[in-house]
């Protein structure tokens, strides 16, 4: 063979590989899960097919802090304005900030910040899920002061989908990334163990009656993030911890929201059992576990199987549990039924 003919041949076939893999990539479904998306798992496969409810764009806007009655203090569960949404559709009016903001924190001078800010309201909900909550509680045990403006914007931070997103070409994904998204849903398919991709901290576990609770074609499967498993489980001082926040900022009601984890709800459901039992005793807040749990057999994609967060069905859902929580401190607005 001569070189010419060797290099032609060699050029071929890396041409023909690349077709291969572009072909590939850009059939495979553009993800719309977080897990799906950074664990490379098909959205064919995992992705909810349940059409998310309407909810009308006049409950998910938020008020100006100085007109609010009730803030916010949230992570990426919040960042929709669904759950918050019942609380609007009852009267309350609302407004909504993020730990990210805050650096993950809230410090000794919070009241005085609030007042600053012009926030007359009675009511602080500091929402937080399982698995960053006692990071948060150490940061703030050594956080003296606010050093950001507050910032809180009317629209919701995110928009998720109406509808099930239908077929699109995968055109910004990378040129290996449907082989892999390929090879790891075979992978998550044929296998009973638990399996963790690497580097992406994405796992597709097997559920116990998982067609019932989830709407994805391979059902019986969900995508769980590792950091669940990873942070361990909250504990009777991350409650103390809570309570001598709650008690150093008597200038307003604090109510704690703590959600669990998707793991600990579909697969782990005694986790941070004895957190629960101190969160209760202290009257610190709802008890959000043992309504997920009862919740996930009620609601299809509660949780939604390609994401590690509550679908909107399942948000509204929270929001009217976190309105009952609410009318124990607040009355209900004029011209509500309490």
Partial sequence: MTPAKLWLQIFLSGFAVIVALLAVTLTTPVPYGDLSRIGLMSDRDFGWKTTPPHVDPEYLRA?????????????????TNRWQSVLTKEGYRVTTIFWGQLDERICDDLDGWLDLAGFRGKLVILESVERLLAGRLDNTQTCAHMRVPFDAKTKPFIEPPAEVPGFALNWNAKLSSGWHTFWNTRRAETTDDDNAISGYWTKARSVPDGCTMFSNRLCNKALFFGEDDD???LTPKNAEQMRSITQAHRSRSIMWMVIPNK??????????????????????GPDLFSFALDEKRKIRDFFLPNDTHISMQGQLVLGARMLEAVRKILPAPPGKAS
């Fill in 63 to 79: 008020v100006p802090v100085t007109q609010a009655d009730i803030l916010v203090i949230g992570d990426s569960f919040s960042m």
């Fill in 231 to 233: 942070n361990g489980e």
């Fill in 263 to 284: 793991t600990t709800v579909y697969v782990a459901p005694d986790r941070s059992k004895d957190f629960v039992t101190a969160l209760l005793k202290d009257g610190l």
